[in-house]
């Protein structure tokens, strides 16, 4: 099996399997607090355009990140929320590593200085990830939401660019 996996944007025309990843997530019950596949018209609108990525391998889409904006006040216009999705018949592969990557670099590119993450605190993987690529912790919800009569805790990342000036 081949391990070439491509990066690149992702649009309307993926969103059957993109969604389907994100249904995967949903599956965990620790990815995230959704509990229902929005349509595509109600993510186009809440996720940023220019950074919106799909790893593809072996002509399959493997996972997807993208950007949320976290306010819509100008001040905040550098300030996003990363989502990061792996396929569950491609976890564990480094996929996940390299899309949150190439997520920072376009990101820096695109002039975002800070990402953001709320993570559930029972996903160390996806804690571990965020922090070997830069990403600190900040902070602890304690019992922020309830999800199918269970309380879950968020652990808060961040990670600045380095092009701050």
């Known amino acids: 099996m081949s391990t070439d996996i491509a990066i690149s ?3 309307h025309q993926d969103w059957l399997v993109i969604s389907e990843i ?4 949903i599956a965990t019950g620790i990815a995230t607090f959704e509990t229902q596949i929005p ?11 220019s950074c919106r990525f799909k790893a593809e391998m072996n002509n399959e889409i493997a996972g997807w990140a993208a950007l949320s904006p976290v306010s819509k006040r100008e001040v905040y216009r ?6 990061i ?6 976890r564990k592969l480094g996929i996940g590593k ?3 990557q190439y997520l920072i670099k376009e990101s820096e590119a695109e002039g975002f200085w800070t990402l953001q993450a709320g993570i559930f605190s029972q996903n160390k993987a996806s ?3 965020h922090k070997a690529l830069g990403f600190r912790e900040i902070g602890f919800r304690e019992k922020v939401a309830k999800l199918h009569d269970i309380w879950y805790d968020n652990t808060l990342l961040e990670r600045r660019s380095k092009k701050i000036i």
């Open 78 to 83: 550098g300030v996003a929320e990363v989502s």
């Open 9 to 11: 944007n992702f649009t």
């Open 98 to 100: 390299l899309l949150l």
């Open 39 to 49: 349509s595509w018209e109600q993510w186009d609108a809440t996720h940023i355009t």
């Open 85 to 90: 999705y792996i396929a569950s018949n491609f």
């Open 22 to 25: 994100y249904r995967q997530g």
């Open 127 to 129: 804690i571990a990830l």
